[in-house]
């Protein structure tokens, strides 16, 4: 693994969710979901989670380095990632909305298209600097 390359896909992929998770569910959807004022050091913090996941998945199980595979690769991982994390959520509610949870994983999807996307073309970018 080269972890130099690692490290820096899963930070720009981190920043892109961020900024993904912020025009979606803080500007476009942001009644849709609102809610209390958010805790942004937490939220950076899973942001930069996903990011590494991605990363990870990408850089040492799958050799995905374009934006298109990248973006291909992040849709089904969104929506996976999606799923899990509305099912968790639901389990404490009385009685689920599953109309937001359907939204939610939409927006997952997307989410996991841009941030795939973006890791791929930096990995793809790092690959060539080192080849």
Not at 18 to 40: A, Q, R
Not at 50 to 65: K, V
Request: overall charge neutral.
């Amino acid at each position: 693994m080269n972890v130099k390359n690692f490290i820096l896909a899963g930070v720009v992929g981190g920043i892109a969710d961020f900024l993904l998770g912020w025009l979606f569910y803080g500007i476009l959807f942001h009644d849709y979901f609102g809610g209390g004022e958010p805790n942004l050091t937490f939220i950076f913090a899973g942001c930069m989670s996903f990011g590494f996941l991605m990363s990870y998945i990408y850089n040492n199980l799958a050799s995905i380095h374009s934006l298109a595979a990248g973006a291909k690769a992040g849709i089904g991982i969104g929506v996976i990632t999606g799923l899990m994390e509305n099912f968790f959520r639901s389990s404490m509610e009385a009685q689920p909305n599953f109309q937001m949870m359907a939204m939610d994983v939409a927006i997952c999807l997307l989410m996991g298209a841009g941030v795939g996307a973006v890791v791929g073309a930096t990995l793809g970018a790092l690959n060539k600097k080192s080849a």
